[in-house]
């Protein structure tokens, strides 16, 4: 691929994800506030077990949407510097990502409604179709897959840890 395709490829990636991680940090808190209080219960079970089944709290939320973004950046950033590996780690990062924006979207379906990180998500899917299928004429579509799967294992991952740090964060804030 030439210069002129990479940029034209990975730059909007980078701008949506560093917009979907400011969305989910500015109204992760609200939204949470807003849910904790719902009145319809069968709702409140809903978010509940969402949350138990994901393990996350709001600190890990926020803290997951911070990394993936931070993923993002760091993989673009090596893209543009060259090297070894560099299109392949930032493809996988890529396919983290979709996953996020696919779970996102799932869990605003099965809420019927707003979570944090709908919006970029929505806006990210044209972008993320577009970027897959430009990769799909580089690569063969078994590499494609495992570039999926290893990001799939990335975005579990990094939801695991923003538990483990939201548990934390959570814990030291209730001590205090």
Same mark, same amino acid.
């Given at each position: 691929?030439?210069?002129?395709?990479?940029?034209?490829?990975?730059?909007?990636?980078?701008?949506? @994800?560093?917009?979907?991680?400011?969305?989910?940090?500015?109204?992760?808190?609200?939204?949470?506030?807003?849910? @904790?209080?719902?009145?319809?219960?069968?709702?409140?079970?809903?978010?509940?077990?969402?949350?138990?089944?994901?393990?996350?709290?709001?600190?890990?939320?926020?803290? =997951?949407?911070?990394? #993936?973004?931070?993923?993002?950046?760091?993989?673009? =950033?090596?893209?543009?510097? #060259?090297?070894?590996?560099?299109?392949?780690?930032?493809?996988?990062?890529?396919?983290?990502?979709?996953?996020?924006?696919?779970?996102?979207i799932v869990c605003a379906v099965t809420l019927k409604g707003y979570v944090p990180g709908l919006v970029t998500s929505i806006i990210s899917v044209p972008l993320i179709a577009h970027t897959a299928y430009s990769l799909s004429l580089v690569w063969p579509w078994w590499e494609m897959l495992l570039f999926a799967i290893l990001g799939?294992?990335?975005?579990?991952?990094?939801?695991?840890?923003?538990?483990?740090? #939201?548990?934390?964060?959570?814990?030291? @804030?209730?001590?205090?």
């Amino acid at each position: 691929m030439s210069a002129l395709s990479v940029l034209y490829i990975v730059l909007p990636i980078l701008a949506v @994800s560093f917009c979907h991680a400011l969305e989910v940090v500015f109204t992760a808190r609200r939204w949470a506030s807003h849910h @904790s209080a719902s009145s319809d219960e069968a709702h409140q079970s809903l978010v509940n077990i969402l949350f138990r089944l994901s393990g996350m709290n709001m600190s890990a939320l926020v803290i =997951a949407a911070v990394v #993936g973004f931070l993923a993002v950046l760091l993989s673009t =950033a090596a893209l543009f510097a #060259g090297g070894l590996w560099t299109e392949r780690i930032w493809a996988t990062i890529f396919m983290a990502y979709s996953v996020c924006t696919l779970i996102n979207i799932v869990c605003a379906v099965t809420l019927k409604g707003y979570v944090p990180g709908l919006v970029t998500s929505i806006i990210s899917v044209p972008l993320i179709a577009h970027t897959a299928y430009s990769l799909s004429l580089v690569w063969p579509w078994w590499e494609m897959l495992l570039f999926a799967i290893l990001g799939l294992v990335l975005a579990l991952a990094n939801l695991y840890f923003a538990q483990r740090l #939201g548990q934390r964060q959570t814990s030291k @804030s209730t001590k205090n």
